[in-house]
């Protein structure tokens, strides 16, 4: 079974991401969740992640509080994006489930350090923070990791932050270049992919008629998050980005890739947070990364109804 360390800002979409993730399941288990600054502040992203625990029913899984501000740039957020509280479309309530004390970044420490090489499965969907400072401490332990499957990037879809750049990368440039570098294996979802993955009203629709608790958080949540994403990019629904990083861990079959080499920009006012994606082999650097860039929708969804069908 694979060992899993989900590293994310909910968010919308991570929450959607944390509802496919957490249906009990022999094929892996998920050792932790590690939460960073990114969407929202650190206090409610981590608020946020314990709140969709409980609401899926698991709070057995141990959730890490780390970074609360990029490496070097100041925090930039998408509460427009999100709403105030990061989960826009359902009620926000203090969890009763606790945060543990230990940080997020010497989990990430402890838990590679004490593993096997290549046994651990890495899954971030939020800047690269957390990830990059654990890497920074103790670079050794990138031998550990089996993959990074992370959500950030864009190359044929241009930027949603900016015209050049991703949201993830975007916010912690200097992050995502030092996860780029680490000679781990990565799996790279960006702009090119998630865009292909839409909520629909079809689909909308669907996940509406499911009918458990957590289902109707999943449709409340896409609700509002469509309502943002639609008007801007003029579709039928919003991307589901972040969901992408776990159908690929539960039906890697779904998505087409490339190997290839990306690089992050981190000091150009104008390019801040750019991933260079290679996709022609216009150099001879080494393929750092696979490069997602197709995805069988309906099997998508498929997919996230059976997971979420599952819930009580
Ligand atoms: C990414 O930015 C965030 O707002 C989403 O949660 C996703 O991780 C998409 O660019
Ligand atoms: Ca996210």
Known sequence: TRRLIIDCDPGQDDAINLFLALPETDEYEILGITVVAGNTSLEKTQRNARLLCELAGRTDVPIYAGCDAPLKYPLATAEEVHGSEGLEGIDIIEPEMALESQNAVDFIVETLTAAEDGSIT???TGPLTNVAKALQKRPEISVKIKEIVLMGGALKEGGNITPSAEFNIYVDPHAADI??????????FGLDVTHQ??????ELERIKNIGNLVADAAYSLLTHYGRFDA???????????????????????IFTFKPCNIRVETESELTRGHTAVDFW?????PRNALWAYEVDTPGFFDLLI???????
């Open 306 to 312: 059976k997971q979420l069908s599952t819930y009580s």
């Open 197 to 202: 993955v839409l909520s629909s009203d079809a």
């Open 179 to 188: 996860v780029f570098e680490s000679g781990a294996p990565l799996v790279v």
């Open 231 to 253: 008007e801007k990019y003029g579709t039928n629904g919003a991307p589901l980005h972040d969901p992408c990083t776990m159908a690929y861990i539960l039906k890697p079959e």
């Open 281 to 285: 082999y216009a150099t001879e650097l």
């Open 122 to 124: 890495i899954v971030p």
